[in-house]
């Protein structure tokens, strides 16, 4: 009983330290996209949280390891829905429909307008590597489903590369503008562009 006591503590302390963790996340991917990587401080990020500077430095030992977590987590947030749709079975105009509407949620909903694409060669080497692997990947996916949908007569024929940027760059655009005053919610962008980016695909 003691044994599993001190193991039913053990992962609430890592619940607890997650959570808060995914909340400085938030915070700081906010700042990051306001004002920037080099503009945005440490004791910035802990005045917005309400938290000591010292205890900012428990979860994170600087300000590129804050970057870097906040790229990490998207992007796995995005593979997992990739898998999801990819395991879905569903036509590749539905999947790349709910895929959009996915991505859209991640960084604007999820993350609250993320930095997740800006600052990108602000991390260090190694970390640079690990995320461009994880984005590689999550672009190979997109493509994946787009020549899918090209070899089944669903979308219209050309280059599934040319046709994923301009898809990831559409969506990954709207860091630079939303606003969750907008008169739009990031729920709705996501269904708009899903609508107009799949239609401009189409083969009929």
């Excluded at 569903?90 to 307008?113: N, Y």
């Excluded at 020549?147 to 979308?155: A, D, K, N, Q, T």
Aim: net charge positive; with cysteine.
């Amino acid at each position: 009983m003691e044994k599993l006591n001190k193991r039913s503590k053990a992962i609430r302390r890592r619940e607890r330290i997650e959570r808060t963790r995914l909340e400085i996340l938030r915070c700081a991917a906010e700042a990051f996209g306001r004002n920037g990587f080099a503009a945005t401080t440490m004791d910035e990020i802990a005045r917005r949280l309400g938290m000591a500077k010292g205890n900012l430095y428990y979860y994170f030992k600087s300000k590129e390891e804050i970057l870097y977590f906040c790229q990490d987590y998207s992007l796995d947030l995005l593979l997992a829905r990739l898998d999801e749709v990819r395991r879905s079975g569903v036509p590749a105009d539905e999947q790349l429909r709910q895929l959009i509407r996915e991505h859209v949620g991640v960084i604007l909903d999820e993350l609250k307008a993320s930095a997740m694409h800006t600052d990108f060669q602000m991390l260090s080497r190694r970390r640079l590597a690990r995320v461009i692997r994880k984005r590689d990947q999550y672009e190979r996916g997109v493509r994946e489903i787009i020549r899918e949908g090209m070899e089944r007569g669903i979308f219209r024929k050309g280059d599934p590369k040319l046709f994923g940027f301009a898809i990831l760059g559409a969506i990954n655009w709207t860091v630079r503008w939303f606003s969750p005053q907008g008169p739009l919610s990031a729920r709705e962008i996501g269904d708009a562009f899903a609508d107009y980016l799949v239609r401009g695909l189409r083969a009929d």
